[in-house]
């Protein structure tokens, strides 16, 4: 059995899955404060009635400090317990809500947009764009028929009006992890922050 | 009983083991060489690297000290104040191993821990004057026990720390400022240049520091004095930053009629702060050895000992928030009254 966690979006996520993908328990947290998300999670895990024996993490990329706590805890986890870590994409956790062949993934990195394009079993790289960068990207790889899906296109929503965007599952869910996990790797594994801090950034 | 100690509160990873308070086990401290070409601490890498290395420095830290981590007692994890991505950091992984282990979770104050760190190397009495200087507090305190103090004063406006990065960083000396300046001035026996020691001499700052006026004052000496000699600079800098913190504290002594003072923070390690403090024969000062300075899982484990003892511990996690800094808006304005 794995224990899997998503913290990269506004919306956490922890859920024990079986060795057939049967999710046997979930927990979807909204708290404003990350810490209260975290820590509600942390209660969850602690009740939990199952045993497991490996970890399913959503690696990002998404909010830098959801991801980080998540981590922290998920590493510690597995730190203690001797058990490994798997890791599965923000974006492709968020793409497998639907069951679409087409299908552009957008998470949105505080102000930029996260972005990952799917064609039946085929993804593109993960871009890290600013919202016209986005744009223009959709128009010059004319994606207009494409499924959006993700909290990108729906805190934007105003710039991505005439797009066909699923607002219904636009976070990862404890569903998709069986589909996307890769791994194994122990209490090392670390986040997929996308890009440099801001202050790097400014120094390059 | 034996105490992990957690502290992630700055750019410093620190994880110790210590038992009943004052036996060091183990003491590992990672600290992050990133921020130097920045001239400062960047928020978001320190976090990074914290949660990179944190797992690693845990491993090391039990086995330093011969144990498992069933063996450990409770867990310290300094909770505030510092940078709150950093502190999330440490908190979290401290929680988890709590609930994991089913151990006591102790929350655990960064300047307070600087304070207790001089308690390792020394038998102190109380009451006591408490001064912490580092680059990101200058506080002069009055302790009664380890788990009843108050502070008395603040900076009203940059920690001494800051200073000695803001000057070294004006005069193209590198980053952490502190040890620079201390070992260039250490080379000077007198200088020709003076700056003014910010005193605040006003009633309502009896015990309070300032130090933007003395940065501003080095920033308008170089630049009239394009001729200027760096080492004169850094003398006196130091010279002026430094003695006004003994000199208030002598005046908290006085008021509280308390010959006993406890030093701490990464300035503490300053050797005119020293000099000063030990030339006076009036005082019983005592200072952290120089490793125990900066930042440090040490300081923390060995207080949290005793605020486990006086049934200090984290019931419910919810109710413990990081913060970034000790005193709020109001706290600094009631000092000054």
């Known amino acids: ?204 | 009983m034996l105490i992990l100690g957690i502290e992630t509160s700055c750019d410093d990873t620190g994880v110790a083991v210590v038992g009943d308070g004052y036996k060091i086990l183990s003491n590992i401290v990672f600290s992050q060489e990133e921020h130097k070409k920045f001239s400062g601490v960047v928020p978001e890498i320190a976090s990074r690297k914290h949660l990179e290395y944190i797992h690693n420095l845990i491993e090391k830290a039990l086995s330093g000290a011969n144990i498992l981590l069933s063996d450990i007692d409770a867990v310290g994890v300094t909770v505030k104040p510092g940078l709150i991505g950093s502190l999330l950091v440490g908190l979290s992984v401290a929680s988890t191993i709590s609930y994991l282990t089913g151990k006591p979770l102790i929350p655990v104050n960064h300047i307070e821990s600087h304070i207790y760190a001089a308690s390792f190397d020394n038998n102190i009495d109380f009451p006591f004057i408490g001064l912490i200087v580092s680059g990101g507090h200058t506080l002069l305190t009055v302790w009664n026990s380890w788990v009843d103090k108050k502070i008395i004063g603040t900076t009203i406006d940059d920690s001494v720390g800051e200073a000695f990065d803001k000057v070294a960083k004006l005069l193209d000396l590198g980053y952490p400022g502190g040890p620079i300046i201390d070992k260039i001035a250490k080379g000077v026996k007198e200088s020709s240049v003076s700056f003014p020691l910010v005193m605040l001499n006003n009633k309502e700052d009896r015990y309070n520091f300032s130090y933007s006026g003395l940065k501003t004052s080095v920033v308008y000496y170089i630049r009239n004095n394009r001729e200027y000699n760096k080492e004169d600079v850094v003398y006196s800098f130091q010279k002026a930053a430094i003695d006004v913190l003994y000199k208030k504290t002598v005046i908290a002594c006085k008021d509280f009629n308390i010959n006993n003072v406890v030093i701490g923070g990464g300035v503490a390690a300053n050797s005119y702060l020293r000099e000063v403090f030990l030339s006076d024969k009036k005082l019983k000062t005592f200072f952290p050895s120089i490793k125990l300075c900066t930042d440090n899982g040490v300081m923390v484990a060995g207080l949290a000992y005793y605020l486990y003892k006086n049934g200090i511990v984290i019931n419910d996690p919810k109710s413990i928030e990081p913060v970034d800094k000790i005193l709020t808006y109001n706290d600094k304005k009631a000092l000054r009254k």
Not at chain 1, 37 to 54: A, P, Q, T
Not at chain 1, 138 to 164: C, Q, T, V
């Open chain 1, 1 to 204: 059995m794995k224990l899997v966690l998503s913290s990269s979006t506004d919306i956490f996520c922890c859920g024990i899955i079986d060795n057939n993908s049967n999710i046997l328990t979930s927990i979807y947290v909204k708290e404003k404060k990350i810490q209260d998300k975290i820590l509600k999670i942390i209660d969850f895990i602690k009740v939990l009635g199952y045993e497991y024996d490996s970890i399913g993490i959503d690696v990002g990329p998404g909010g830098f400090t959801g991801l980080r706590i998540g981590f922290s805890v998920i590493k510690t986890i597995s730190f203690i317990k001797k058990i490994p870590v798997y890791g599965a994409y923000s974006l492709d956790l968020i793409r497998y809500n639907t069951v679409s062949d087409r299908v552009v993934s957008g998470i949105d990195g505080n102000g930029r947009i996260f972005l990952r394009v799917y064609e039946k079993e085929n993804k593109s790289d993960i871009f890290d764009f600013t919202i016209t960068e986005a744009l223009k990207f959709i128009e010059d790889k004319k994606l207009y028929d494409y499924e959006f899906i993700g909290n990108a296109f729906l805190n934007y929503s105003k710039y991505f009006s005439n797009l066909r965007i699923n607002d219904r599952f636009y976070y990862p869910t404890v569903d998709s992890f069986s589909k996307c996990l890769v791994g194994p790797y122990n209490y090392e594994i670390l986040p997929y922050y996308g890009r440099k801090s801001q202050a790097e950034e400014l120094k390059c």
